[in-house]
């Protein structure tokens, strides 16, 4: 007998999502720069967090909130979005009946989304342990444990993996294995299985030692910015021993305190030769701005002991926040 074939939505691209926005009254054009200039087209290209993002920009006119917050929302809306029957057709195996509740499944995916990227294993094989290849996650890989929800605590078993990886977070790669549908989808929710962890641990886990001092798995970058907005001690870690890595995050959304500390180690840096401008390839310096940088700028701008290449560093901060003074 033929199985009935499951059949995947590919994602959305611009002229969907133009499409969308005009049927709903929204000037697409004015739509789709919100996107951009959030980076929030990993939400976009899916149906269910596409409107997370209309409903933003209906409510302010713009996709605002951070992008840290705007992923947040829609990889919350994503692990709500479950289908029971494909459920069943993925587990294939005869267990009993078990309800797994939006939250249990949101841990699971966050324990998920960690032991990927801590790993580096995106492919998660859900066949036999025996039949998978080298470098995939496996069942017995993410089940087992105790997982703290709220007051209680629960165990993870094969029910709750199943369950977890059936939802909108994750696409297919090949038969029986999937992955996250978006790397930005596991960053978010890593951060946030690992926000809870002491600063010890989290160092051990994302940074390294050499010559240079301690600094965070260049392939870890990207989680470490997620986790720094939710862990403020990582943050002040961050600023004093790899500042660069916070250019990443959604600063903008930081207290004046935390940005004035980060241009200062960003500008210090530079000076000591262990920061270079522009070290991203992209402008990023925009989110900096608060009440105190002109006079926190022209220190470095005008000084007369200041290297060419840090007061170039300083003008760039001061373009980048339209610093008309």
Same mark, same amino acid.
């Given at each position: 007998?033929?199985?009935?074939?499951?059949?995947?939505?590919?994602?959305?691209?611009?002229?969907?999502?133009?499409?969308?926005?005009?049927?709903?009254?929204?000037?697409?054009?004015?739509?789709?720069?919100?996107?951009? $200039?959030?980076? %929030? +087209?990993?939400? @976009? #290209?899916?149906?269910? !967090?596409?409107?997370? &993002?209309?409903?933003?920009?209906?409510?302010?006119?713009?996709?605002?909130?951070?992008?840290?917050?705007?992923?947040?929302?829609?990889?919350?809306?994503?692990?709500?979005?479950?289908?029971?029957?494909?459920?069943?057709?993925?587990?294939?195996?005869?267990?009993?009946?078990?309800?797994?509740?939006?939250?249990?499944?949101?841990?699971?995916?966050?324990?998920?989304?960690?032991?990927?990227?801590?790993?580096?294993?995106?492919?998660?094989?859900?066949?036999?342990?025996?039949?998978?290849?080298?470098?995939?996650?496996?069942?017995?890989?993410?089940?087992?444990?105790?997982?703290?929800?709220?007051?209680?605590?629960?165990?993870?078993?094969?029910?709750?993996?199943?369950?977890?990886?059936?939802?909108?977070?994750?696409?297919?790669?090949?038969?029986?294995?999937?992955?996250?549908?978006? $790397?930005?989808? %596991? +960053?978010?929710? @890593? #951060?946030?299985?690992? !926000?809870?962890?002491? &600063?010890?641990?989290?160092?051990?886990?994302?940074?390294?030692?050499?010559?240079?001092?301690?600094?965070?798995?260049?392939?870890?970058?990207?989680?470490?910015?997620?986790?720094?907005?939710?862990?403020?001690?990582?943050?002040?870690?961050?600023?004093?021993?790899?500042?660069?890595?916070?250019?990443?995050?959604?600063?903008?959304?930081?207290?004046?305190?935390?940005?004035?500390?980060?241009?200062?180690?960003?500008?210090?840096?530079?000076?000591?030769?262990?920061?270079?401008?522009?070290?991203?390839?992209?402008?990023?310096?925009?989110?900096?701005?608060?009440?105190?940088?002109?006079?926190?700028?022209?220190?470095?701008?005008?000084?007369?002991?200041?290297?060419?290449?840090?007061?170039?560093?300083?003008?760039?901060?001061?373009?980048?926040?339209?610093?008309?003074?």
């Amino acid at each position: 007998r033929i199985e009935q074939p499951i059949h995947e939505l590919c994602p959305l691209c611009e002229s969907d999502v133009r499409m969308a926005a005009d049927r709903c009254g929204i000037d697409s054009q004015l739509f789709l720069k919100s996107i951009r $200039k959030e980076d %929030a +087209e990993g939400l @976009a #290209a899916r149906p269910v !967090t596409l409107f997370v &993002l209309k409903e933003a920009f209906k409510k302010s006119g713009g996709c605002q909130g951070g992008v840290r917050e705007l992923y947040r929302l829609g990889c919350t809306r994503l692990v709500d979005d479950w289908d029971p029957r494909r459920f069943e057709s993925m587990r294939k195996a005869s267990h009993p009946a078990q309800h797994v509740g939006s939250a249990e499944r949101h841990k699971v995916a966050c324990r998920i989304a960690a032991v990927s990227l801590l790993t580096g294993r995106s492919i998660i094989f859900m066949g036999p342990s025996s039949q998978a290849a080298e470098g995939e996650l496996t069942l017995s890989d993410l089940v087992g444990g105790p997982e703290p929800l709220g007051h209680n605590v629960f165990e993870v078993t094969e029910h709750h993996v199943f369950s977890a990886l059936e939802t909108a977070l994750f696409s297919a790669r090949g038969l029986n294995r999937v992955g996250f549908a978006h $790397k930005t989808f %596991a +960053e978010c929710m @890593a #951060a946030q299985y690992l !926000t809870q962890m002491p &600063l010890g641990q989290i160092r051990s886990l994302l940074c390294q030692r050499d010559g240079a001092g301690e600094h965070v798995v260049p392939q870890l970058a990207e989680l470490a910015a997620w986790l720094a907005v939710e862990n403020a001690a990582f943050m002040r870690f961050l600023i004093e021993h790899d500042p660069v890595v916070l250019l990443r995050s959604d600063v903008e959304m930081a207290e004046d305190t935390v940005k004035f500390n980060l241009t200062e180690a960003l500008l210090e840096g530079s000076r000591r030769g262990t920061v270079f401008d522009n070290v991203l390839g992209v402008r990023a310096y925009s989110g900096l701005r608060h009440d105190r940088l002109p006079d926190q700028l022209l220190r470095y701008i005008t000084g007369p002991d200041i290297d060419p290449l840090t007061k170039r560093m300083a003008l760039d901060i001061a373009s980048d926040c339209l610093l008309s003074e």
